[in-house]
Structure formats: structure tokens, C-alpha cells
């Protein structure tokens, strides 16, 4: 049985310095493509299912497909991590289904109601053994259907952090350091110090949202000031998934729509591995 605690991973990648990547997913062949990523690549995985795909294959469908899968590779550690959610019950249904870990966003709330969420969210999951992301401050971009304007993006305080982590109990923790959801318009600023100060005082483990579009390097600085989890969402749903199936659809002969989904999976898996390659996850289930 490879599905295991999300800080179980992230707790191992802060002893060793790199991060482990949680991916989005908008259908079944990104599922697997992740998988054959993670696969090939002898790294541990985070899958992370956001709202908006499970109000399509359902909670239950997605943790089925991602456990079904995991005995296909048994040697890799995998994450099944319900991303942003703010609607406790829904919450409570998947971990009632299996889910490993959980994202309980309360950012857009004020800091006690966040905090009461949060705590509220922990409890559960910890009867069953669930790890819990929360976030503070705000990640600016498009976020599945919720919009949040970038030039009002609150960043996290590093006092604040060290609090609500101390309130909370918290396993990990999403800051907003100048990354953003969805491709960028221009190239992101990330605060590297602000990374750092948390950092140092804070062992919780630290979250960078709005992956896609990142420069190698800026993810590479922002492990190194101790980011242990980094989320990529867009770039498969749409480089590895959508444009492969709109490139492919019009040769799509007698309605066989299997070989798209077959290069919807090799493009995910390319993606997927050069991540992990710059997460430096890379070999990590062999240590
Ligand atoms: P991107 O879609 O920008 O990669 O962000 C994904 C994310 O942070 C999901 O929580």
C-alpha cells in the first residue's frame, strides 16, 4: 500500500532539501500521466485533486482511481490531497473516503474565522490520521472559479505564520510570497526573504502555490530557503492536457479518441518529470 500522509513526504523532503510536487488534475489520463511521471522518476507524488474536477468524476471516483493506481507502482509513496476547500463538509467527505490530506482554505476570511476552520479541520483529520494544509494571507490569480485580484494579494506575515501554525497544529502551510494561480502575464516577483524569515522561524512545512509558469531557477532558490511543497496546476490542464487534445482532435479517426488520451498522458508525464527533476525528488524513493 503506497498512499501514505502527505507530511510524512513533506517532513522527509525538509530533512533533504528538496520538494515534492502536488499536481492538479482535470481527468483520468492526467491521473495516470502523473503517475508515470512520478514512476519514472523513483519520486514520491502528491496528487491533488482541486473542487472543480471532483464536481465532475465525484470525491469517491477520484480516490478510488488514485488508490486503483497505486498498486500499479507500489515502490512510490503517493499523496491523495483534496486541494483548496473551504466547505467543511465536503472536507469531512473526503476523509470520510480515504483522502491522506486536506487543504482547508480559510484565507479569505478573517484570521480568527481561519483560524476556528482550521482548527475545526484538524480535529476531524486527525481521528483518522489525515494531514491538513491550511493557507494565510492571500495567493492572488484565478483559482478554479474563484477570482482573486493580484494587486490585492495580502502576503503572509511571518508572525502571523508562526501564530496560526502554533494555534492550529497545522502539518503544512501555504504562503503567499508573490506567486499567483494560472500562467502569468508577466514574470512573478517571489519574495525570497519572506520565504527565509518564515522559514527560520516556523519548521511547519512551507507551500508555494501558482507553480506553472515559475522559472527553474526561482523554484530552485525557493527550496533551497525551505519550500517543501510546490503546486502545479494549470500547466497540465492546459499544455498537458487541453492543447494536446484540441492539436489532436481534428485526426481523431473513427471517433478513436484513445490515442489522444494516450498523448495526453506521455505530455503529462514529460511535464511531471521535469518538475520533479527541478523539486529535486528525483531518485528519492530509492534513499
Ligand atoms: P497553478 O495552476 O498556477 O499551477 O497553481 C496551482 C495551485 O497552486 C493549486 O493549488
Redesign the pocket.
Known amino acids: 500500500m503506497s498512499l501514505v500522509r502527505m507530511d510524512y513526504v513533506l517532513k522527509k523532503a525538509q530533512k533533504g532539501g528538496y520538494a515534492v510536487g502536488?499536481f492538479?488534475f482535470p481527468d483520468l489520463s492526467s491521473i495516470q500521466g502523473i503517475m508515470q511521471g512520478a514512476a519514472a522518476k523513483n519520486s514520491p507524488v502528491i496528487i491533488?485533486p482541486?473542487v472543480f474536477t471532483m464536481d465532475e468524476m465525484g470525491e469517491e471516483m477520484c480516490i478510488r482511481c488514485i488508490e486503483t493506481l497505486t498498486h500499479e507502482y507500489p515502490e512510490i509513496d503517493v499523496v491523495c490531497h483534496l486541494?483548496?476547500c473551504s466547505d467543511f463538509e465536503r472536507i469531512k467527505r473526503c476523509i470520510d473516503y480515504g483522502f491522506t490530506s486536506v487543504?482547508v482554505d480559510g484565507s479569505a476570511l478573517p484570521y480568527d474565522q481561519n483560524v476556528e476552520l482550521t482548527c475545526k479541520v484538524v480535529d476531524y483529520a486527525s481521528r483518522f490520521g489525515v494531514s491538513v494544509e491550511a493557507e494565510l494571507g492571500h495567493?492572488g490569480?484565478?483559482?478554479e472559479d474563484i477570482v482573486v485580484d493580484e494587486r490585492k494579494a495580502l502576503f503572509t506575515q511571518p508572525k502571523q505564520a508562526l501564530e496560526f501554525v502554533k494555534a492550529t497544529g497545522i502539518d503544512a502551510l501555504?504562503i503567499a510570497v508573490g506567486?499567483?494561480?494560472?500562467?502569468?502575464k508577466q514574470k512573478p516577483k517571489l519574495d525570497f526573504e519572506r520565504i527565509a524569515e518564515i522559514r527560520a522561524i516556523t519548521d511547519c512545512c512551507l507551500v508555494?502555490?501558482?507553480?506553472?509558469?515559475?522559472p527553474d531557477e526561482d523554484f530552485k532558490k525557493a527550496i533551497s530557503l525551505g519550500i517543501t511543497k510546490i503546486?502545479?496546476?494549470?500547466?497540465?490542464?492546459i499544455t498537458g492536457n487541453f492543447d494536446v487534445q484540441k492539436a489532436l482532435f481534428a485526426e481523431a479517426t473513427h471517433g478513436d479518441v484513445r490515442k489522444i488520451q494516450h498523448q495526453v498522458r506521455i505530455k503529462t508525464q514529460e511535464i511531471v518529470e521535469h518538475k520533479i527533476d527541478v523539486f529535486g525528488s528525483a531518485g528519492k524513493m530509492a534513499q
Open positions: 502536488a492538479n491533488s482541486p486541494d483548496h487543504m495567493i490569480g484565478v483559482e501555504a506567486t499567483a494561480h494560472g500562467f502569468y508555494l502555490h501558482g507553480g506553472s509558469g515559475v503546486n502545479v496546476g494549470t500547466e497540465l490542464k
